[in-house]
């Protein structure tokens, strides 16, 4: 028969969401049997490990690997880009200069959003999980899942849990995570298909767009791979709005 064990845990900032309400904010204790690495311990308990980003245990920066022993105390930290970290070990691998998105069959519209926002923006509504992991692991792609047994696979490098159920408050949450807006390139990426834009002279799109339109409009852009065409109307007035306010992210606290 196991013997248990027991370790006390302290979870902070954002991972917190992954805990049943009563241990959120509090140290608590867990019980568990052999000798498990802390990054199983951590996801047993709720947080995805692409979520964590430095991991104490008895005041000692570890990593995923590290085997909890009896009587530890563990704490972890999610990203926290107002506190400089730098001389600590992070589990958390840094994103690449130009991220790239992976999104599952659950999160059309944000990859859309994130399109409009120029981000190179995988989706398909039959996406299966391990080829989304796989894109994680090959292509360092981002991964924005509201599946948690996703975001826990090995293969997945970068990854986050939309807390929000709305498209546009997701975008929100995705912006701060990774700190994008001074990253953003709007309506330079197709809506439908994520290749990017070219700009086109209204000769070459005429026959694909309606008379209103060629009327009262001098600027367009298309797609190469679907050709599709597109045009700065009421939608695209919309979305600067959007662009906007998720500019207006870079001057809050």
Do not use: W
């Given at each position: 028969?196991?013997?248990?064990?027991?370790?006390?845990?302290?979870?902070?900032?954002?991972?917190?969401?992954?805990?049943?309400?009563?241990?959120?904010?509090?140290?608590?204790?867990?019980?568990?049997?052999?000798?498990?690495?802390?990054?199983?311990?951590?996801?047993?308990?709720?947080?995805?490990?692409?979520?964590?980003?430095?991991?104490?245990?008895?005041?000692?920066?570890?990593?995923?690997?590290?085997?909890?022993?009896?009587?530890?105390?563990?704490?972890?930290?999610?990203?926290?880009?107002?506190?400089?970290?730098?001389?600590?070990?992070?589990?958390?691998?840094?994103?690449?200069?130009?991220?790239?998105f992976a999104l599952d069959v659950g999160l059309g519209r944000l990859s859309g959003f994130l399109r409009m926002l120029g981000f190179d923006t995988l989706w398909r509504n039959d996406f299966a999980d391990d080829e989304l992991a796989r894109l994680s692991r090959d292509e360092e792609r981002v991964v924005l899942t509201r599946d948690l047994g996703l975001l826990k696979r090995a293969e997945v490098r970068h990854g986050y849990y939309p807390r929000n159920s709305d498209p546009a408050h997701q975008l929100v949450e995705v912006v701060r995570r990774y700190q994008l807006t001074s990253r953003?390139?709007?309506?330079?990426?197709?809506?439908?298909?994520?290749?990017?834009?070219?700009?086109?002279?209204?000769?070459?799109?005429?026959d694909r767009i309606p008379e209103g339109v060629a009327a009262t409009h001098s600027q367009f852009q298309q797609c190469p791979e679907c050709r599709r065409v597109f045009w700065p109307g009421t939608h695209h007035q919309r979305m600067q709005g959007l662009v906007d306010k998720l500019r207006e992210l870079e001057h809050e606290a």
């Open positions: 028969m196991k013997s248990s064990k027991q370790v006390r845990v302290r979870l902070y900032g954002a991972l917190n969401d992954f805990l049943p309400a009563d241990r959120r904010g509090a140290e608590f204790i867990h019980t568990f049997a052999g000798t498990p690495s802390v990054k199983d311990l951590l996801e047993s308990l709720g947080p995805p490990h692409p979520e964590v980003d430095v991991i104490l245990v008895d005041d000692q920066a570890v990593d995923f690997s590290h085997r909890v022993a009896d009587g530890s105390r563990v704490a972890a930290y999610p990203a926290f880009h107002s506190l400089d970290v730098t001389p600590v070990t992070r589990v958390g691998l840094p994103l690449p200069s130009e991220p790239r953003m390139r709007p309506f330079t990426r197709c809506l439908a298909c994520n290749a990017s834009l070219a700009a086109a002279e209204k000769g070459e799109v005429l």
